[in-house]
């Protein structure tokens, strides 16, 4: 769609500083992302009403390296970011004077590549006259499958997924979040890298493995499932170990075979803890979020598992697990209505933490 209408509120002077300013349903907000690999920017009106969504991966340039490199992460969203906010704004169909608010994430990420983002949203604040928010990456994720399904009731339970985090998360309302579980060490999605890395399936390795598992057996290895049966932490780097050795150990196992096991093993690690932090928290449903969340196995069992639970699974459409603008401008606009607008002194900030209530 496009957003033609006139905005119905008088913008805040973009340093910030004081308390909420008036946001409302035709409020719309520039989000930009450049937190990793992908240079990304969109419209969103009201929270929820995705206007335009662009995104330019950097998959390409990464591949030969096998995973992230920074300085190339970072050089590329320089010549990428500005041509990507210009097509988010012309596909918007809307003028630069009819957007209310720049959001961009300010962390966790890549220094480099952060820096880039924050940079070009606060230069257009203070050119446009606009607010500036900084967003969380983490609770953008959040936000994801609430742009495909606003009626989303708390409390929920999200089980965001990537290539640097793993963590359940009780969201009890906008901007209410506390922490059930993580990764005490490797993330599923780093794991995911490493072991498709091994194996020498290509890059990136989340839909590497993902591919190759639909020509392999789930059941043909029986991979350990660490903490399967104790509290709501997760644990990765000893499935990943596991599989090194396997392989060595037997020359000739299928890749096929190798792959479906090990991602039956995580798959079947993150729906028994999340099926246990929803019951432990009276969740209304189980969201996915992250990069991992696009992986087939592991929506078809989240689904499966909310049904037998009677609760509802929310999957965010594959375009909206990976990193993409419409959920740094979503995540923006709740901000901008809650906490007013960031002051244009904050920074980039790469390990910055989800904020959580006590």
């Known amino acids: 769609m496009t957003a033609t209408e006139p905005a119905t509120r008088t913008a805040a002077e973009p340093t910030g500083g004081g308390g909420p300013v008036p946001v409302d349903a035709s409020t719309l907000v ?18 929820d009403d995705v206007v335009s969504n662009v ?27 500005n041509p990507v906010i210009a097509r988010a704004i012309v596909e918007g169909g809307v003028e630069e004077s009819r957007i209310d608010a720049i959001a961009c994430t300010v962390g966790p990420g890549l220094v480099g590549a952060l820096l880039v983002g924050v940079s070009a949203a606060k230069a257009l604040a203070l050119a446009w006259d606009k607010p500036f928010v900084g967003v969380n990456h983490m609770e953008a994720h959040l936000y994801a499958a609430s742009l495909e399904d606003p009626t989303l009731e708390f409390p929920l339970v999200v089980l965001l997924v990537s290539g640097g985090h793993t963590m359940l998360v009780e969201m009890r309302d906008h901007g209410r979040y506390r922490l059930l579980g993580q990764t005490i060490d ?26 190759a598992s ?9 991979f350990p499932r660490a903490m399967m049966d104790s509290g709501l932490d997760f644990s990765f780097s000893g499935l990943k170990t596991a599989v090194v050795n396997h392989v060595r150990a037997h020359d000739d196992v299928a890749d ?23 019951r432990q928290v009276g969740a209304t449903g189980i969201v996915l979020g992250g990069g991992v969340a696009a992986n087939s196995s592991l929506r078809e069992e989240i689904l499966t ?11 965010p459409s594959r375009e909206m697990c990976t990193d993409n603008a419409a959920m740094i401008a979503a995540a923006g606009w709740h901000r901008l209505r809650s906490d007013g607008p960031s002051p244009l002194d904050i920074g980039a900030t790469p390990n910055l933490k989800l904020p959580l209530i006590d």
């Open 305 to 315: 598992a909310c049904e037998e639970d009677g609760i509802q699974g929310f999957l």
């Open 55 to 81: 995104v330019s991966t950097q998959i390409d340039l990464h591949a030969d390296f096998g995973g992230v490199v920074p300085e190339v992460a970072s050089r590329a969203h320089l010549d990428a970011l």
């Open 30 to 47: 520039l989000g930009i992302e450049t937190s990793c690999d992908e240079t990304a920017a969109a419209l969103v009106m009201g929270g």
């Open 256 to 278: 096929a075979d190798v792959a479906a096991s090990f991602q039956a093993a995580v798959v079947d690690v993150l729906v028994t803890k999340a099926r246990r932090a929803a």
């Open 214 to 222: 639909m020509l392999g057996d789930p059941e043909a290895i029986a």
């Open 186 to 211: 490797d993330a599923a999605g780093e794991a995911f890298d490493k072991v498709a890395r091994f194996l020498d399936l290509g890059y990136p390795g989340g839909p590497a493995i993902d591919h």
